[in-house]
């Protein structure tokens, strides 16, 4: 059975880092592109970062550019989002996402497999 588990979510300081992880069982990670979306109460899910099968990756926030990075450890079949200055607006549930087709995309439509998500807080 597919599934994906993400873990590392918690309450954190502004100014502050969360690693995010995003745990595959039941199929190769190495051949699968990944993406991390976010859901702020309220609003709609965004994709915010994707990782290539071949290592590469798109930036889908702006605002996180020079923040949070993504990275996968095929030997662990996990992937990992690096999250770091954290502020109150990255405030949100976070999800891990397989593409149907192995491309990356910043639309939610186009992931077929959703991890259950972990809450990130960012607060003083």
């Known amino acids: 059975q597919l599934q994906l588990v993400e873990s590392g979510g918690g309450l954190v300081q502004p100014g502050g880092s969360l690693r995010l992880s995003c745990a595959a069982s039941?199929?190769?990670?190495?051949?699968?592109?990944i993406g991390w979306f976010r859901q702020a109460p309220g609003k709609e899910r965004e994709g915010v970062l994707c990782?290539?099968?071949?290592?590469?990756?798109?930036i889908y926030v702006d605002s996180v550019l020079g923040r949070f990075t993504i990275s996968r450890d095929n030997a662990k079949n996990t992937v990992y989002l690096q999250m770091n200055n954290l502020q109150p607006v990255d405030t949100a549930v976070y999800y891990c996402?397989?593409?149907?087709?192995?491309?990356?995309?910043?639309?939610?439509?186009?992931?077929?497999?959703w991890g259950q998500g972990t809450q990130v807080t960012v607060s003083s």
């Open positions: 039941g199929f190769t990670l190495r051949n699968s592109a």
């Open positions: 990782i290539t099968s071949g290592g590469g990756s798109a």
């Open positions: 996402a397989r593409p149907t087709g192995d491309r990356c995309s910043r639309l939610a439509d186009y992931y077929d497999y």
